[in-house]
């Protein structure tokens, strides 16, 4: 049971290239979500899911997008990255339960 | 306002202090709270939930008070593994998307 897992771990883009930050689950949660935390800014929800087939933008969407075809996967897409997108992403999940969120390791992005 | 607010600190005490964090919320109809810890270059991991009766886990005491919307969090013998930043999390009623606060980092010294 490996909980939640995200790659890759660490990744620099220069300024436009895109690429996918992978997110997977094997609780069988149905939430599953995207925060980004930036130093002195706490964790701040990019996108969010609630089931298979359904999203819906937090609190940071702009430059994101995001999928779940299926209740196991979640990536984030960044579609032409900027260097404001410099930070940690975390992917989370929890049940319909008490809302304990499990978060992966986080991926460490770095655009320049 | 920020939803949630948390004294950054740095706390910084000496081994078997006791040190308490407060968040302070300004949802009126929050209903969930909780404690996460965070270590350094690490994903949050849950340390306890609040009740609304107060909870102890250990070394650890959280406290609600719903009239002036806080909650708060009691360490008690201090240990060096102590060290991390505390976040606070409140979640709505109704709602499902917790508010993080920003934080407080703790710094326990021999």
């Known amino acids: 049971n490996a909980g939640v897992t995200q790659t890759p771990k660490f990744q620099v883009l220069k300024t436009g290239q895109s690429m996918t930050l992978q997110c997977a689950q094997d609780m069988n949660h149905e939430y599953m979500s995207w925060y980004r935390q930036d130093p002195g800014m706490g964790l701040r929800l990019i996108h969010y899911?609630?089931?298979?087939?359904?999203?819906d933008q937090g609190e940071v969407p702009n430059g994101y997008n995001v999928s779940r075809s299926t209740t196991e996967d979640f990536p984030l897409r960044l579609l032409s990255a900027a260097p404001s997108q410099t930070s940690v992403y975390f992917c989370?999940?929890?049940?319909?339960?008490?809302?304990?969120?499990?978060f992966g390791p986080g991926t460490r992005l770095t655009v320049t | 306002r920020k939803e949630v607010e948390q004294d950054p600190g740095p706390f910084n005490v000496p081994e078997g202090a006791t040190v308490a964090f407060n968040c302070t919320y300004s949802n009126s109809a929050s209903q969930s709270f909780f404690w996460y810890r965070q270590d350094c270059r690490k994903e949050p991991k849950l340390l306890m939930s609040?009740?609304?009766s107060g909870n102890e886990d250990g070394r650890f005491t959280a406290q609600l008070n719903r009239a002036s919307q806080y909650i708060s969090l009691l360490i008690r013998d201090s240990k060096l593994s102590d060290s991390a930043t505390y976040l606070c999390?409140?979640?709505?009623?109704?709602?499902?998307?917790?508010?993080f606060g920003r934080g407080t980092s703790l710094i326990v010294h021999p």
């Open positions: 609040v009740y609304s």
């Open positions: 999390v409140v979640i709505a009623g109704g709602s499902y998307i917790p508010t």
């Open positions: 989370a999940t929890h049940g319909a339960g008490p809302y304990e969120q499990y």
């Open positions: 899911s609630v089931g298979a087939g359904i999203t």
